[in-house]
């Protein structure tokens, strides 16, 4: 704006600024993303299993974790034990005695009795170090999904409708987004 003033017999200009600014809002409410929340969780997990899923407040996994591992290693430790009962049974047999526990099997019947609970033992401790590998992982990303930003605004649905030209069904995505 430019102002005209008089006085007297000059004339002085003067010029006001009408600042205005502008800013520009997200008009989605989002929340702060810290990208170090996943690895967190994955260090948390890996130091005490279930410690992530703790943090992550998804306690119902919590069970499932230590279920998975304790019944894994409760095999391993089984067929551990199994696995040196045959093996000493052998051993014995070996050195002459006939008195052990396994007295109605024969040798061969005891070499495939240690192969076989040597082998749920190896399946055993894979077991347990898969889930507490998975256990990491599960943290991990569900700290990441936690962090996912969904709302009502993205939306994708099946649709289904018929060619005009062959009759034939047809089948799609549609895939919205409302501002």
Request: proline share 3%.
């Given at each position: 704006?430019?102002?005209?003033l008089f006085m007297g017999n000059?004339?002085?200009?003067?010029?006001?600024?009408?600042?205005?600014?502008?800013?520009?809002?997200?008009?989605?409410?989002?929340?702060?993303?810290?990208?170090?929340?996943?690895?967190?969780?994955?260090?948390?997990?890996?130091?005490?299993?279930?410690?992530?899923?703790?943090?992550?407040?998804?306690?119902?996994?919590?069970?499932?974790?230590?279920?998975?591992?304790?019944?894994?290693?409760?095999?391993?430790?089984?067929?551990?034990?199994?696995?040196?009962?045959?093996?000493?049974?052998?051993?014995?047999?070996?050195?002459?005695?006939?008195?052990?526990?396994?007295?109605?099997?024969?040798?061969?019947?005891?070499?495939?009795?240690?192969?076989?609970?040597?082998?749920?033992?190896?399946?055993?401790?894979?077991?347990?170090?898969?889930?507490?590998?998975?256990?990491?992982?599960?943290?991990?990303?569900?700290?990441?999904?936690?962090?996912?930003?969904?709302?009502?605004?993205?939306?994708?649905?099946?649709?289904?409708?018929?060619?005009?030209?062959?009759?034939?069904?047809?089948?799609g995505l549609t895939l919205n987004?409302?501002?």
């Amino acid at each position: 704006m430019i102002f005209l003033l008089f006085m007297g017999n000059t004339v002085v200009f003067s010029q006001k600024k009408n600042q205005t600014t502008l800013v520009a809002k997200d008009t989605l409410k989002s929340k702060d993303i810290d990208p170090l929340t996943p690895a967190k969780a994955a260090f948390y997990s890996a130091i005490l299993p279930g410690l992530g899923q703790a943090y992550n407040k998804k306690y119902w996994k919590i069970p499932i974790v230590y279920g998975a591992i304790g019944v894994s290693m409760y095999y391993y430790i089984d067929s551990s034990k199994k696995y040196h009962q045959y093996r000493d049974a052998y051993k014995r047999r070996l050195e002459g005695y006939t008195d052990d526990e396994f007295s109605y099997l024969d040798n061969d019947r005891l070499i495939s009795a240690q192969q076989f609970y040597q082998r749920n033992k190896d399946f055993s401790a894979l077991f347990v170090v898969g889930f507490y590998v998975l256990n990491i992982i599960d943290a991990n990303v569900d700290a990441a999904l936690i962090q996912f930003n969904v709302n009502e605004n993205l939306s994708i649905k099946p649709d289904i409708y018929m060619n005009d030209v062959t009759t034939r069904a047809n089948v799609g995505l549609t895939l919205n987004y409302n501002f």
